[in-house]
């Protein structure tokens, strides 16, 4: 049977040691996820993430290198411990169908979780789909909490805190929800905190619904195209508290 939660049989348990090779030129990650499965970490990750490989790239922790992958963080955290600042992000994935990350916390990068396409035009097909990121505690951080570009995906209850940037933007795609997420952004940084951008060509995106967003210094709760505050595109419905 495929395991439910990190007490089945089955699972791959991830561990402090899985982290031991920081990144080179060629792999710019520490830890891969190659194959399909239910991951979970077996204790809190601690490692400090250089702000460059050795040929330039911004590196990452962990990088979804397949299909079908469940990462629980089994109520653990990932931190960076880098003194010099916030660096390198925590989890990427590209064009990845059927991923759940969920359950534990994500601090200190500058950046946290990245399902994320360089397109500007959507072209079906091309993007994740089938995402879910649940239940996740992402706090200081400086570019972005959540970039997700997907097709049929849901973020759902997860806090965000203390983003410099951008704490949830979900871009290119269509029937994507973010529901009951708790935002709290900088106040001298209220940037992008929640939203669709619209100038990305081709999305359809619904369902911005019942999350909570402090320290915007906007009181709509409905802003069109790329801006601070919680905007949508104008094919997306918002219906969101917000508190100034």
Known sequence: PIPQSCSDPGVILIKQTDFMNPPTSTRPYYLQLSQPGYY???????VIVPDRTPNGRVPWLIDIGSHDVTLDLNLHFIDNNNPLGLTGFAIYAKAKNNLVIKNGAIRRFAGGIR??????????????????????????LEYYGINLQADNSVVRNNAIKDVRYQSLVVGLGTNNKIVNNDIAVFPQYPARVLGFPSPISGSIQTGITTNRLKNSIFSENKITGYSTGAFTATQSSVNDQINI
């Open 40 to 46: 979970c970490l077996n204790e809190d990750i601690s």
């Open 115 to 140: 399902i994320w396409e360089y397109n500007r035009t959507y072209v079906p097909g091309q993007l994740s789909n089938n995402v879910l990121l649940e239940n996740l505690y992402l706090s200081t």
